[in-house]
């Protein structure tokens, strides 16, 4: 879970996928739509994938991907990002986690 945290501490805006998640492409083009820049991290790629993604299980993502900081603050996956932008509050927490400015 460690792993999982400083990751996610890294940028204002970090998605969890593996390479065949296409709701990860989605969520990253709803997020560019408002001019943020997302890092993702692909768990498939990383030697300790599969422990990173039981602790986004633990953290409460269920589907484990995508799963999608904003502000080191677990926001959800793919739903989640979604119900935040259709209550217009996708773009207010953008810029809470200061991945833009308006």
């Known amino acids: 879970m460690d792993d999982v945290k400083r990751l996610a501490a890294t940028k204002p805006v970090v998605i969890f996928s593996k390479s ?4 990860t492409d989605y969520v990253e083009t709803l997020i560019r739509n408002f001019g943020a820049n997302p890092t993702i991290y ?7 994938g599969q422990q990173m993604e039981k602790a986004l299980l633990t953290l409460g993502c269920n589907p484990s ?3 999608v900081f904003m502000g080191r603050e677990l926001v959800g996956g793919a739903k989640e990002v979604t119900s935040l932008n259709v209550r217009g509050e996708l773009k207010q927490r953008l810029i809470d986690a200061s991945a833009i400015w308006v």
Do not use: K, Q, R
């Open 20 to 23: 065949f998640c296409c709701m």
């Open 65 to 67: 991907v995508p799963a």
């Open 42 to 48: 692909e768990l498939d790629g990383f030697h300790n």
